[in-house]
C-alpha cells in the first residue's frame, strides 16, 4: 500500500500556543488529503479535505480560522491547530488518496496543557 | 446524515475461529466500502476494500458486499491473538472521495 508521513508524532503544548503538523505522502502524488480527529474511544471524525493548490474544504463545526490546512503540493498537506486549549488535545491523522483507496499517515498525540 | 453503524463489542473469538464483523450504512449511493485495522494508540491500516457485490478474497480475509441490503461484513479465518485490534468500517458517501468512518468493532481474539 502507498505510504503516508506525519510530523511530529506527538507534540505537548500550552494552552494559546499553535502546533504545525505535517503530512506527506511518500511513494504516491496526493491531489487529495483529508485531515481528521480521533477522541478516545471514538471514530475518525473528518475535519477538512485539502486540496492542492486550492482551500481546505472544512466540515461542519469546525473552525477553518482555527485548523489552518495549507495543501502546497502533491505531497505536503500541513495542519495548523492555532491557539490550541486543552480541548483541543486529540490524535490526529491526515489521509491521502492513492486512486480510490485512502491510506493514513501514523497520527499526532497532541497535548495542550 | 450518512451513518455507518457497527457494533462496537468486543467481539471475543478463540484463536483459530472466524471472526465475523459486520457494518450498515445508510446512503443508498455508495459505491466503495473499506475495512481498516487499528491497533491500540495506532492509526489506521487499509486492509480490505470492495467495490461490487458479492465476496472478495485476500488471504485469510474475506469482505462481503451486498447493497441491496446495505450491508458489508469482514470474516477472519484462522483468526490469531494478533488479529486482536478494532476494525473500522468506511463507506464512500457523498462522492470527492470522502469516507465515513463507523465506530469500530473491537475484536479479540482469545489464545
Known amino acids: 500500500g502507498a505510504v503516508v508521513s506525519q510530523h511530529p508524532s506527538w507534540v505537548i503544548c500550552k494552552s494559546g500556543t499553535s502546533v504545525k503538523i505535517e503530512c506527506r505522502s511518500l511513494?504516491?502524488?496526493?491531489?487529495?488529503m483529508f485531515w481528521y480527529r480521533q477522541f478516545p474511544k471514538q471514530s475518525l471524525m473528518l475535519m477538512a479535505t485539502?486540496?492542492?493548490?486550492?482551500?481546505?474544504?472544512?466540515e461542519q463545526g469546525v473552525e477553518k480560522d482555527k485548523f489552518l490546512i495549507n495543501h502546497a503540493s502533491l505531497t505536503l498537506s500541513t495542519l495548523t491547530v492555532t491557539s490550541a486549549h486543552p480541548e483541543d488535545s486529540s490524535f490526529y491523522i491526515c489521509g491521502g488518496m492513492d486512486s480510490y483507496e485512502q491510506y493514513f499517515g501514523p497520527g499526532t498525540r497532541l497535548t495542550v496543557t | 446524515q450518512k451513518e455507518v453503524e457497527q457494533n462496537s463489542g468486543p467481539l471475543s473469538v478463540p484463536e483459530g475461529a472466524i471472526a465475523s464483523l459486520n457494518c450498515t450504512y445508510s446512503?443508498?449511493?455508495?459505491?466503495?466500502f473499506f475495512w481498516y485495522r487499528q491497533y491500540s494508540g495506532k492509526s489506521p491500516e487499509l486492509i480490505m476494500f470492495?467495490?461490487?457485490?458479492g465476496d472478495k478474497e485476500d488471504g485469510r480475509f474475506t469482505a462481503q458486499l451486498n447493497k441491496a441490503s446495505q450491508y458489508v461484513s469482514l470474516l477472519i479465518r484462522d483468526s490469531q491473538p494478533s488479529d486482536s485490534a478494532t476494525y473500522l468500517c468506511a463507506v464512500e458517501s457523498g462522492g470527492y472521495q470522502k469516507v465515513t468512518f463507523g465506530i469500530g468493532t473491537k475484536l479479540q481474539v482469545i489464545p
Open positions: 511513494d504516491f502524488q496526493a491531489t487529495t
Open positions: 446512503d443508498r449511493g455508495s459505491q466503495s
Open positions: 485539502s486540496n492542492e493548490g486550492s482551500k481546505a474544504t472544512y
Open positions: 470492495i467495490y461490487s457485490n
